[in-house]
């Protein structure tokens, strides 16, 4: 038989353990110099930080852009061509049943029906007002004379006729005298409407009518030459006459209206206006081929618009006012 070893039955002394109480641990410090040896700690394990995750939208492809404008123009095509059947084709193609007028029952005796006539339209009346002489100084002898409407040119003949009549039976040394117009009825005639009698269109009726008093006073001056007739405007309310120089002055266009004025016709003008005084006012003349045919304008006492086919008989006017 094999040898097998002998193992000693008795077990090994345990190791001396050896245990630590508070008593220990104040011994072993005392022992190393009063120095408490604390236990290691664990280090602190580093937490890493939290990153915010943000999401990005990622850029809109061209081709959804051009889809979405594309998409957009058909719409407001679409609203349009609805409108423009709805407006313009329904009625065309359905249009709205208008019933017939009715026919208004003839008389039993078929004789038509009668047709109301349209009421004409009044002539505006003539302003109504007393004449005065604007002359503070009178005239040597004073006349009336009636005019009517002038219908054609034969009729301004007639104007100068009926002066012609009046001054017949004046004596010859009377020199300057006042002419009192009137209508067929006696009424004193508006300087308006004595414009529209001789077919003198100077201004218009509208400025002369808001302008001026529609009374006037109309004078007659004789000298070797002939009668050179003239007439004095006074200006309505407070109105201040430099307001309407440039107005009045438009007169100057139209020679024909101005040579209507007078009682035989002047002939062709000698030029065109020249400017002169009279009494420290500016006057306005235009000599005309006929001897002593003399157009002159002016204002004087900052009221009084003189007209006179005579310069001279403009001169005599004005000493009289």
Do not use: C
């Not at 006459?241 to 101005?258: C, D, H, I, W, Y």
């Amino acid at each position: 038989m094999p040898n097998i070893p002998q193992t000693s039955a008795v077990p090994e002394a345990p190791k001396e353990v050896i245990i630590r109480t508070m008593a220990s641990d104040l011994e072993l410090m005392a022992k190393s110099g009063g120095t408490l040896v604390a236990r290691s700690q664990p280090a602190p394990v580093a937490t890493p930080p939290v990153q915010t995750v943000k999401t990005v939208k990622p850029p809109m492809d061209s081709a959804a852009i051009i889809k979405i404008v594309i998409w957009g123009a058909i719409g407001l095509i679409g609203i349009g061509i609805v409108f423009v059947v709805g407006y313009y084709v329904v009625p065309l193609v359905f249009p709205k049943t208008i019933p017939p007028a009715s026919t208004p029952t003839l008389p039993a005796d078929n004789q038509s029906a009668p047709q109301t006539q349209l009421p004409e339209t009044p002539e505006l009346p003539s302003p109504v007002f007393s004449h005065k002489s604007f002359f503070s100084t009178p005239a040597e002898r004073n006349t009336s004379i009636s005019l009517e409407p002038a219908t054609a040119a034969a009729n301004l003949q007639t104007f100068a006729e009926r002066i012609a009549s009046a001054l017949a039976d004046i004596p010859p040394e009377i020199s300057f005298l006042e002419l009192t117009m009137q209508d067929t009825d006696g009424k004193p005639l508006s300087w308006t409407k004595f414009l529209s009698f001789i077919n003198a269109d100077l201004l218009t009726s509208d400025f002369f009518l808001s302008k001026f008093n529609q009374d006037f006073t109309a004078f007659i001056y004789r000298d070797k030459n002939g009668a050179w007739p003239g007439y004095v405007l006074q200006l309505a309310g407070n109105q201040n006459p430099l307001l309407f120089r440039s107005q009045t002055n438009a007169m100057e266009n139209g020679v024909p209206a101005l040579q209507n004025l007078y009682l035989v016709p002047p002939g062709n003008p000698n030029g065109g206006f020249q400017d002169s005084q009279l009494v420290g006012e500016p006057v306005r003349t235009l000599v005309f081929k006929q001897a002593g045919a003399v157009f002159a304008y002016g204002w004087f006492h900052s009221k009084y618009l003189v007209l006179s086919t005579s310069l001279n008989g403009l001169k005599e006017a004005v000493k009289r006012l």
